[in-house]
Structures are given as C-alpha cells and as structure tokens.
C-alpha cells in the first residue's frame, strides 16, 4: 500500500512538473507566431492594428498561463545565473528570451516574469503569496530594478528604462486590491512638460513617474551609483544622488507623506559628460 501511494505522488508529481513545460511550448508557439506574423510570412492575416492586437493579446494570455503554473519558476528550462541567485533565464529558442527575477519585500514576495522577441518585449509581476499577477508592465519595458514596501497599502517598483536600461523609473502602486494601480505620487520639477524640450523641466503638483534619466555614454563617465534609486523602506524615504565631481555628491531625498513623495526628476548628463571615462569605479 505505501509503495502504490509512493507511486502515486510520483506521478502527480512528474504530472504537474510537465504540465509547466506544456504551457511554456504553447507561449513559445504563439509568440512565435507573432515574429512569423511581423516578418510578413502569415499571408492569411493582413497586417493591421486588429490582427496585431489580437495576436499580442494571444501571446500575454499564453504567458500568463505560464507564470501562474504554480511549478512555473522551478522549469527545469532555466538557469540561474551566475552572479544573482535571485535571476532565472532560458533562451526558448533563438527569437525568444525568458528571464524570471526574484524580489521579496517585508511581507511578500514577487516574482517578474519578462520576455523579449524582436518584436515585442514586456513583464509581469506575480505575488508569490497568492499566485496572482498583480501587474502587467508597459509593451517595450523588460527589467525592473527592484520592489519596495512602501506600508500595508502601496508598493514602490523601480524599472529600468531607456534604450539600455541605463534610465530608472520609480512609480507607486496601490496594492489594496488584487492588482495594483498606479497612482500619482510625485510632486516637483520633471520632464517633458515643455513641447520639443524634454529635458525642461517644470514644477507639477501630481504626477505618476520619478524619472532618473541616463543615458549608456553618461554612465560611462560617472560613477555607478549616479542612476540608482534608493529607498530606505525603515524611514520610508527614496533618494538618488547629484554627483559633483567622481567623488562629492550630495542626496536628494523625499520622505513619503501623506501619500507623496516630494522630489525632482533628474538626468545624469546635467553632471558628466560621456566623452571622459571615469579612471576608477
């Protein structure tokens, strides 16, 4: 009787572990299907916003599917890397990128699961806890630097943005609800309030993003903390510093009240300049 009950968790248990992988090869097939559809080698589907956002639609539902298997970050597909226990990756095949990194906050722990095609990249966040996908990140962003608790009904996530995910991006959810809401936390001076003049920036009462902007060639000549976002979850403050030569710098801080931070955007370039490298790092 023991080894027939031994047998059968076995089998459940190799069962469950396939059934991953089977919903792993069905994402790989439709965002497959995507690329053959952006290439113009799926004749029977015009291309056209419809077509695309139907198929877009196909590829996140398949992935989901996937990352709310509850064996789905143990798929034997992945490999953990090198420098990060916390990071997971697998090449599905030779379009396709899969990357699961680990975040884990005073109460929960998520999950960000991203993938990455020539045509299409995106992210989701899973809270670990309840298996659930509390948010789905914009088309085009892949990377998130890190997850904060703010307290029991806001979370703050920072991405990393621009074309080499140099810039950062701090944005403040609500996570009183299933999933989270992005909410507008920020006052202060920030970008891209002046028409063709980005980088003027101008005081707003509310807005939804801190920007720390970087470009590659900067933070070539700056050193390597100037893009980072910081947040102190004990004294519930965010800062990042202004470096005023490869060593001075000075913090920029907001102490979150009354649902707000109270901070300015920044871009590294005001500061350094990518045409000398930094000797020592």
């Known amino acids: ?22 919903e792993l090869e069905n994402f790989r097939k439709e965002l497959d299907f995507f690329i053959e559809y952006c290439l113009g080698k799926v004749p029977s589907m015009p291309q056209n916003e419809a077509n695309h956002n139907k198929l877009v639609k196909k590829v996140d539902d398949a992935f989901a599917l996937f990352i709310t298997h509850s064996e789905s970050q143990n798929s034997p597909n992945f490999k953990t890397a090198l420098n990060d226990n916390n990071v997971k990756f697998s090449y599905i095949d030779s379009r396709i990128y899969v990357c699961i990194e680990t975040f884990t906050t005073k109460n929960a722990s998520y999950a960000v699961y991203s993938y990455s095609s020539g045509f299409r990249k995106a992210y989701f966040v899973k809270n670990n806890n309840s298996n659930t996908i509390v948010y789905k990140g914009k088309p085009g962003m892949m990377y998130i630097d890190n997850i904060f608790e703010i307290d029991d009904k806001n979370i703050l996530l920072i ?33 891209g309030q002046v028409n063709a003049d980005y980088f003027n920036k101008k005081f707003v009462n509310k807005r939804p993003f801190l920007l720390l902007e970087c470009e590659f060639e ?40 009354n649902n707000m931070f109270t901070i300015d955007d920044h871009d590294v370039g005001e500061n350094f300049s990518g045409s000398v490298p930094v000797m020592e790092r």
């Open 159 to 191: 991405e990393k943005s621009g074309d080499r995910q140099t810039s950062k991006k701090a944005m403040v959810f609500s996570s009183a609800q299933s999933t989270w809401k992005l909410i507008e936390a920020f006052k202060g001076k920030a970008f």
């Open 1 to 22: 009787m023991k080894k027939i009950l031994t047998y059968l968790l076995l089998f459940i248990t190799s069962t469950n572990s396939f059934s991953q992988e089977v």
């Open 218 to 257: 900067d933070l070539m000549s700056a050193p390597k903390e100037a893009n980072e976002i910081y947040f102190d979850e004990n004294t519930k403050t965010i800062s990042y510093k202004i470096f005023e030569n490869n060593y001075k710098f000075k913090v920029i801080s907001s102490k979150w009240d």
